[in-house]
């Protein structure tokens, strides 16, 4: 089971940063996303910057989504590991 998201705040250049109910939070980088498909929408820096939380993950009003798995995934494979 993965955990749900509990906020998400746009940054500059098509980031966000996602907060999860477990505690954790991360950064999901839109960047490589914004050539394909539906995600070509979320281009323009306004539309990008409505993201909003929904049920368990994210989305835009434009009719984008993300998986929210793909959500946690992404956000924690961009985190340091920890120093031992």
Avoid at 31 to 58: C, E, N, W, Y
Avoid at 68 to 83: Q, T
Wanted: a negative charge; aromatic letters at 12%.
């Amino acid at each position: 089971m993965y955990p749900s998201v509990k906020a998400v705040i746009p940054g500059d250049n098509h980031t966000l940063t996602v907060f999860f109910d477990n505690g954790e939070d991360g950064v999901l980088d839109m960047r490589p996303m914004l050539d394909f498909g539906v995600f070509q929408r979320l281009k323009d820096h306004d539309s990008f910057g409505l993201v909003r939380v929904a049920f368990d993950t994210i989305e835009w009003p434009c009719g984008v989504d993300l998986d929210p798995e793909f959500v946690y995934a992404r956000c924690m494979a961009r985190k340091p590991a920890a120093p031992c």
